[in-house]
Nanobody
Framework: QVQLVESGGGLVQPGDSLRLSCAAS????????MAWFRQGPGEERELVAF??????YYANSVKGRFSISRDNVENMVYLQMNSLKPEDTAVYYC??????????????????WGQGTQVTVSS
């Protein structure tokens, strides 16, 4: 039983940075695999970044620019986004699941979702 709430989105210019935050409730947060997905206009929801207790994964489109991290004491997950591009424009969702690794790259691999936060990158 985990509830997720994202924050930190907004309107920025190309090249700017943003840090998204995901606040989680639930006593078993530290046992969950966590991920950030995004869904642009007319696009399918796609995996951006993943983090478990011992590994991370990034989509090729964001490698070197985005960084996922978690704070299990504070029950927080973060997505640091640097060098933002217009194609990064999307609604970003925080997701969590227990033992999600076999299906970690698709939304069906996750049990809990936040409401989403809008990121718009435009000049």
């Amino acid at each position: 039983q985990v509830q997720l709430v994202e924050s930190g989105g907004g309107l920025v210019q190309p090249g700017d940075s943003l840090r998204l935050s995901c606040a989680a409730s639930g006593r078993t947060f530290s046992a969950y695999d966590m991920a950030w997905f995004r869904q642009g206009p007319g696009e399918e929801r796609e995996l951006v970044a993943f983090i478990s207790w011992d590994s991370t994964y990034y989509a090729n489109s964001v490698k070197g620019r985005f960084s996922i991290s978690r704070d299990n004491v504070e029950n927080m997950v973060y997505l640091q986004m640097n060098s933002l591009k217009p194609e990064d424009t999307a609604v970003y969702y925080c997701a969590g699941g227990r033992n999600s690794r076999s299906r970690f790259s698709i939304p069906a691999g996750y049990d809990y979702w936040g409401q989403g936060t809008q990121v718009t990158v435009s000049s």
